[in-house]
C-alpha cells in the first residue's frame, strides 16, 4: 500500500502568481491531472523567477505520482533539484531528494532510494530544520522504513516508523503532522497484518481514528484506513465485514487517480468472495484485479526502463554543459600544440639554414 506523505502540500505563497500555486498545490492528491495543468501554466509564465520555476516543479513532480507516472515525477523534480542547489535553498533539496527517495521507493530500487534520503538527511544534519518544518525529517525516516520493509523485514521498518512517529507527534495542531502521523500508523498497522499480528495492528488502526476525529483527512488517507480494515477482518475471517469496509474504499477511490489502490481494493474484495463462495462476484474482482494490475505493470515497466536507459533530464543538461566545457577546453589546447608546431617548424628551418651556411663557409 503506497500512501503518499505530505511534503508539500500546506506551503503558502504570498504573491499574486502564488495564489495559481497554492490551487495546483491544494489538486495534487484530488485531481493531479488538473494540478499538473496548472503547474505548467505557472511554469511557463514564469519568466526568469527560479523560486516560482522550482515551486511549480515540485508540485507537477508530486502530482505525477500521484498518477504513478514516476518517469515524469523524476524528470520534474531532477529539474527543481538543479535550481535548489544553485540557489542554495536547503529546505527545499531536503524536500525534493526526499521526493526522489520516494519515487525509487515505489519502483523498489532501495540503492538509489537509500541514496537521495542520505542525500537529504546530510543537509538536515547540516542545516537544522526549524520547528515547523521537522515534519521533511519524520517523513525521511517512514520512506526509509518502506525501503527496509521491502529489502529486509518488518521489524526494520517499524523501527524507523516509530522514528518517524515520534516527531509526528510534537506537531499536535499541525495538519501536515498529523496527516502524515496516520499514514506512519497506516504503514505500520500494515506490517502488523503482514506479520499476523492483528492486535499491534488494531492498536495502530485505533491511533488513526484518534487523528482522523481532530482533522479532515484527505480521501486516500481514509481510503487506506478502510482498506488496512479490511485487511484486518479478511484475516480475522469475519469476511461481510471486511467486505464492508473494502466497499467503503471503493467508493471514496473513485474519486482518485491512484492505480495501486484500486489494484489493491480488487484483490482483497476477490478473495473475499471465493472465501464466501460467491463465484460470480469473485471472477468480477478478480477480472478488474487482473485489468489494473497490467496497467500498473506497463507503467513500471516504462519507469524502470526509462530510469536504466535515460538520465534525468538535469543530468542530461550538466552532460551537455560539460561536454561544452570540454569541447572548449579541447580545442584551445589544439591551438596551443598547433602554435607550438609551427614554432618549432620555423624554428628547425632556421637552424638548418644556418647549418647548410656554416658547412659552405659563411660566418655569423
Do not use: W
Amino acid at each position: 500500500m503506497f500512501i503518499f506523505l505530505i511534503f508539500f502540500f500546506g506551503c503558502k505563497f504570498v504573491v499574486a502568481q502564488d495564489e495559481l500555486l497554492n490551487q495546483a498545490n491544494a489538486l495534487i492528491y484530488s485531481e493531479p491531472d488538473k494540478s499538473i495543468e496548472i503547474a505548467k501554466k505557472i511554469y511557463a509564465e514564469s519568466g526568469n523567477d527560479t523560486r516560482i520555476k522550482m515551486a511549480a516543479l515540485i508540485v507537477s513532480g508530486t502530482a505525477y505520482s500521484e498518477k504513478f507516472d514516476v518517469e515524469k515525477s523524476i524528470e520534474n523534480l531532477q529539474q527543481a533539484l538543479e535550481i535548489a542547489e544553485k540557489e542554495k535553498d536547503y529546505i527545499n533539496q531536503i524536500r525534493i531528494l526526499s521526493l526522489l527517495g520516494y519515487q525509487y521507493q515505489i519502483l523498489e530500487i532501495n540503492e538509489k532510494t537509500h541514496y537521495y534520503l542520505d542525500r537529504a538527511e546530510a543537509i538536515m544534519e547540516k542545516y537544522p530544520l526549524p520547528d515547523s518544518l521537522i515534519y521533511l525529517r519524520g517523513n525521511n525516516y517512514s520512506i526509509k522504513a518502506l525501503a527496509y520493509e521491502k529489502s529486509l523485514d518488518c521489524g526494520f521498518a517499524i523501527e524507523y516508523l516509530n522514528k518517524s512517529i515520534n516527531i509526528y507527534k510534537k506537531l499536535k495542531e499541525s495538519e501536515i503532522g498529523q496527516t502524515n502521523l496516520c499514514i506512519a500508523y497506516l504503514n505500520k498497522a500494515d506490517c502488523f497484518l503482514k506479520n499476523n499480528n492483528l492486535d499491534s495492528a488494531r492498536v495502530a488502526l485505533n491511533k488513526i481514528s484518534q487523528s482522523t476525529e481532530k482533522f479532515n483527512m484527505a480521501d486516500d488517507i481514509l481510503v487506506s484506513q478502510n482498506i488496512s480494515l479490511g485487511k484486518y477482518y479478511y484475516l480475522k475471517k469475519d469476511y461481510n465485514q471486511s467486505i464492508k469496509y473494502l466497499k467503503t474504499a471503493l467508493g471514496i477511490a473513485e474519486k482518485l487517480a491512484q492505480i495501486d489502490i484500486d489494484l489493491e481494493i480488487y484483490q482483497l474484495l476477490s478473495e473475499n468472495y471465493l472465501a464466501i463462495n460467491d463465484i460470480e462476484k469473485y471472477e468480477y474482482y478478480s477480472g478488474l484485479y487482473s485489468e489494473a494490475r497490467s496497467n500498473v505493470s506497463e507503467a513500471e515497466k516504462r519507469s524502470i526502463t526509462y530510469i536504466i536507459n535515460e538520465p534525468p533530464e538535469a543530468i542530461k543538461r550538466k552532460m551537455v554543459k560539460k561536454s561544452g566545457i570540454y569541447i572548449y577546453i579541447g580545442s584551445f589546447l589544439l591551438l596551443v600544440i598547433l602554435i607550438l608546431t609551427i614554432v618549432m617548424v620555423v624554428k628547425s628551418r632556421r637552424l638548418k639554414q644556418k647549418m647548410k651556411n656554416f658547412d659552405s663557409g659563411e660566418k655569423f
